[in-house]
């Protein structure tokens, strides 16, 4: 069993539809990540959190809307996205931002936006 | 333009046979090196990593080599085994407060035929 839980493991949704992906952790880990992974694309870093707090948005589209109310709890809220948005989202927990750090991944959703 | 480049997208070895994967970097900062393996439907699980302080790893069949004048790395398995098959990412953070991100390479589909 993954520490690491997302759900849900597939998502189809309209342009104009509103939808949240979910990610826990069960590790105590008190950072928590957001990647994407577009086909023929490496992983992308979109969003950091460290204790809660935002650490890092790496130039991600509004329509994209992280929360995380708290260390083991991570969201992506998602409002009117595009087709080309269709990819693997990844959440990913660590210890912390201090010192190299292994990540430690959900097993992603699929996402296709139609 | 990709800072970490697997330029093999793919590979195919002999079961018992030693897979050898590579890995190239351009950003001189990077200092800690990870590799990574991704199942199909499901999320990436860390392997084995180096620091720049080192020039070779070892966990069991994976050996990690790096070269920091080449600024290349790669990922020795021996003896393969059939359950090796999987996709292997390729991953570099830079210190300096930054060690939390990860550069994914594209990542090499490593096939292990019985």
């Known amino acids: 069993e993954t520490g690491v839980t997302q759900t849900p493991r597939h998502l189809v949704m309209g342009m104009t539809n509103k939808k949240s992906l979910k990610c826990e952790q069960h590790l105590g880990h008190n950072a928590m990540y957001w990647y994407k992974q577009s086909a023929k694309k490496p992983l992308e870093l979109m969003f950091v959190?460290?204790?809660?707090?935002?650490?890092e948005n790496n130039s991600v589209p509004s329509r994209f809307s992280p929360e995380c109310p708290n260390s083991s709890h991570l969201f992506l809220h998602l409002h009117t996205l595009q087709p080309e948005d269709s990819a693997l989202y990844l959440c990913?927990?660590?210890?912390?931002?201090?010192?190299?750090?292994?990540?430690?991944f959900g097993q992603g959703t699929r996402l296709t936006v139609v | 333009d990709q800072q970490v480049k697997q330029n093999s997208p793919s590979l195919s070895v002999q079961e018992g046979r030693i897979s050898i994967l590579n890995c190239d970097y351009t950003?001189?900062?990077?200092?800690?090196f990870l590799w990574y393996k991704k199942y199909p439907a499901e999320g990436p699980t860390f392997l084995i990593s180096i620091s720049s302080i080192k020039d070779k790893n070892e966990d069991g069949r994976f050996t990690v080599f790096l070269n920091k004048s080449a600024k290349h790395l790669s990922l020795h398995i021996v003896p393969s085994q059939p359950g090796d098959s999987a996709v292997y990412f390729c991953?570099?953070?830079?210190?300096?407060?930054?060690?939390?991100?990860?550069?994914f390479g594209k990542g090499t589909l490593l096939t292990v035929n019985p």
């Open positions: 959190y460290n204790f809660k707090e935002q650490t």
């Open positions: 991953a570099a953070s830079a210190g300096g407060g930054s060690n939390y991100k990860l550069t």
């Open positions: 950003n001189s900062m990077f200092d800690y």
């Open positions: 990913a927990s660590s210890q912390d931002l201090a010192g190299p750090t292994e990540a430690f």
